[in-house]
């Protein structure tokens, strides 16, 4: 079955300042898709990005990129030049075509400090 | 375009009690999905339905829960006799019909608490 594993619970990272969070998954697939959800306090799950298991190239989406390493499994997210607006919950997420549901991490509680 | 509609947003229901909540999809959308998400936690699959018809609903508890998507109106999802442990927040998502169920929309979730 598949699983997905976000190790770090809560991180910080100073406004302005990169930071990176991590996601491992587990599966015997090929062709899958990879997501990062932001849900702020007001519990609105947000699509940040989206990885196409069968692109190499890691996707952006202007301070939002990923490193996504399909060997290793691994979909990390970087979050450049960090906002007090990106303080919130972020999910990684795994879909496989053919099912029906997203499959999520347990998340990781970003702050952000001013 | 409107995006996916939940309502309540908030539900108070006492031990035993029913809990309705409702999801109307975007439009043109008729896929629907619904997650739980308990205290801590990411959101979990329960049910997926299309118009009239439940596709999946391999993650459903086996009692007291059950969904509808009628062919006119919101997906319902229905908990009777709700316990305490039914407290969390419920999201529906929606999917157009073509495309693949890849490109789910998520409503803003309806928070049920039982007291």
């Known amino acids: 079955a598949q699983t997905v594993t976000q190790s770090q619970p809560e991180m910080s990272v100073q406004e302005a300042e990169t930071v990176t969070l991590s996601c491992t998954y587990d599966?015997?697939?090929?062709?899958?898709?990879l997501f990062w959800y932001k849900q702020p306090p007001s519990r609105q799950m947000i699509l940040v990005i989206r990885?196409?298991?069968?692109?190499?190239q890691n996707a952006t989406e202007n301070r939002f990129s990923v490193n996504f390493q399909k060997a290793a499994k691994s979909f990390s997210l970087k979050i450049s030049d960090s906002q007090l607006g990106d303080a919130a919950m972020y999910f990684c997420?795994?879909?496989?075509?053919?099912?029906?549901?997203?499959?999520f991490g347990t998340g990781t509680r970003l702050k952000v400090l001013a | 375009n409107a995006g996916v509609m939940q309502n309540p947003r908030h539900l108070v229901r006492r031990r035993g009690q029913e809990a309705r909540l409702r999801c109307s999809p975007m439009?043109?959308?008729?896929?629907v999905y619904w997650y739980r998400q308990l205290p801590e936690e990411g959101l979990k699959f329960m049910v997926y339905?299309?118009?009239?018809?439940?596709?999946?609903e391999s993650g459903m508890p086996k009692e007291r829960f059950s969904a509808e998507f009628p062919k006119e109106g919101p997906s319902i999802l229905r908990i009777q006799q709700v316990v305490r442990g039914d407290s969390a927040a419920y999201f529906c998502?929606?999917?157009?019909?073509?495309?693949?169920?890849?490109?789910?929309?998520f409503g803003p979730g309806t928070r049920l608490t039982v007291t």
């Open positions: 998502a929606s999917s157009p019909p073509a495309g693949g169920s890849y490109e789910q929309y």
């Open positions: 599966t015997s697939e090929s062709d899958y898709y």
């Open positions: 990885q196409e298991a069968y692109k190499q």
């Open positions: 997420a795994y879909f496989l075509p053919g099912t029906y549901k997203y499959i």
């Open positions: 439009k043109g959308h008729s896929h």
């Open positions: 339905l299309q118009k009239e018809n439940i596709i999946d």
